[in-house]
């Protein structure tokens, strides 16, 4: 009777150890990210925030334990993602930042899968009533000291370009370009902060005076400078882009042509981190964001509502505004980690 006795506390042992297993690969499943810290990439540009954000509380769900946003420019960002110092950035440009990807070690060292927000361009502009007077369309005609001059803002003679922030990328075009299209002499290229540049722009656009401009999209100034109506895009004379896509045709199918390729915006992170939290790798390649959303929330950061607490909330907005979307992501992560 006594050694029948431990015979049913043994089975009660085993049935209780086996439930509390079961229980913790649940918790596990649930929560595979538990123990596990994430350090998010973004540069300067503060309307990055809000689609790094969705990433970051996307992982959250997923039981990462997520840091505050470290912020460090394209090229740096990707050496640091590949060397493990970071973990991912949400506004990887592709092709744009394809240079800064394959400098810093490419598939070996970093993990890019999926479309975060596609269908982002970029190129030159000027006010459309410029362009309705003197007949300009394209960026090459400012090749003419006379042509260049109707866009000189400081007395120098020559065009002032609203131009690219040093190390954003994008500044390595408008230089090679300046020097392929021969504009070096006519057009200067004025860097700095892009944010004060380009209000210093619709100032001047305000006033009616002529503006010179390079802008991309997704971002809030195409919402203010509306193509079509207040500006136009100019095309350049041919395709030309320095490094490894010099032989790239930019063209679009309706033969108009920036200058810059159509690009799409990916998460790009460390390649180990994806490896060993499939996750983490799922999640990243199968988040999307529209690009109206994201110029949407970034004209609300214009129009005032910049602030980190505004920023947040315009993330858990977002987010509600699609959580069948955001659940879905998170329950397929899951499942990657199974």
């Known amino acids: 009777?006594?050694?029948?006795?431990?015979?049913?506390?043994?089975?009660?042992?085993?049935?209780?150890?086996?439930?509390?297993?079961?229980?913790?690969?649940?918790?596990?499943?649930?929560?595979?990210?538990?123990?596990?810290?994430?350090?998010?990439?973004?540069?300067?540009?503060?309307?990055?925030?809000?689609?790094?954000?969705?990433?970051?509380?996307?992982?959250?769900?997923?039981?990462?334990?997520?840091?505050?946003?470290?912020?460090?420019?394209?090229?740096?960002?990707?050496?640091?993602?590949?060397?493990?110092?970071?973990?991912?950035?949400?506004?990887?440009?592709?092709?744009?930042?394809?240079?800064?990807?394959?400098?810093?070690?490419?598939?070996?060292?970093?993990?890019?899968?999926?479309?975060?927000s596609p269908g982002a361009m970029q190129g030159y502009l000027?006010?459309?009533?410029?362009?309705?007077?003197?007949?300009?369309?394209?960026?090459?005609?400012?090749?003419?000291?006379?042509?260049?001059?109707?866009f000189d803002a400081n007395g120098d003679g020559t065009a002032d370009l609203a131009g690219c922030t040093p190390g954003w990328g994008c500044e390595q075009v408008i230089e090679h370009q300046l020097d392929a299209f021969g504009l070096r002499d006519t057009v200067t290229h004025n860097q700095g902060s892009y944010s004060a540049i380009i209000a210093d722009t619709i100032t001047r656009y305000k006033k009616g005076d002529p503006i010179l401009y390079y802008t991309w999209t997704p971002y809030w100034v195409s919402g203010v400078l509306v193509p079509g109506k207040d500006v136009v895009w100019l095309n350049v004379p041919f395709s030309s882009l320095p490094g490894e896509r010099k032989d790239v045709d930019t063209a679009m199918?309706?033969?108009?042509?920036?200058?810059?390729?159509?690009?799409?915006?990916?998460i790009v992170a460390n390649r180990e981190f994806a490896e060993e939290n499939p996750a983490a790798a799922k999640l990243f390649a199968i988040m999307e964001i529209s690009s109206n959303d994201i110029s949407a929330e970034?004209?609300?950061?214009?129009?005032?509502?910049?602030?980190?607490?505004?920023?947040?909330?315009?993330?858990?907005?977002?987010?509600?505004?699609?959580?069948?979307?955001?659940?879905?992501?998170?329950?397929?992560?899951?499942k990657a980690a199974m």
Do not use: C
Not at 254 to 262: E, I
């Open 1 to 116: 009777m006594k050694k029948n006795n431990i015979g049913k506390q043994g089975l009660m042992a085993l049935g209780l150890a086996a439930a509390l297993s079961l229980s913790g690969t649940a918790a596990a499943a649930e929560m595979p990210g538990k123990g596990v810290t994430v350090q998010p990439l973004k540069s300067s540009i503060a309307e990055e925030t809000f689609q790094t954000l969705i990433v970051m509380k996307a992982l959250e769900e997923l039981g990462y334990k997520v840091r505050d946003i470290m912020e460090i420019e394209y090229a740096a960002g990707h050496v640091a993602l590949a060397n493990g110092d970071a973990t991912f950035m949400a506004d990887h440009w592709d092709p744009l930042h394809n240079d800064f990807y394959e400098r810093a070690g490419g598939d070996e060292k970093l993990y890019r899968e999926g479309v975060f």
């Open 126 to 150: 000027i006010d459309k009533k410029t362009s309705d007077k003197y007949g300009i369309t394209n960026l090459g005609q400012l090749k003419d000291p006379e042509m260049a001059k109707i």
């Open 298 to 334: 970034n004209l609300m950061m214009r129009d005032g509502e910049d602030s980190e607490k505004d920023i947040e909330r315009h993330a858990e907005e977002w987010i509600k505004a699609h959580q069948e979307t955001f659940d879905g992501w998170v329950a397929e992560a899951r």
């Open 253 to 266: 199918p309706d033969g108009s042509n920036t200058g810059f390729q159509a690009n799409s915006q990916r």
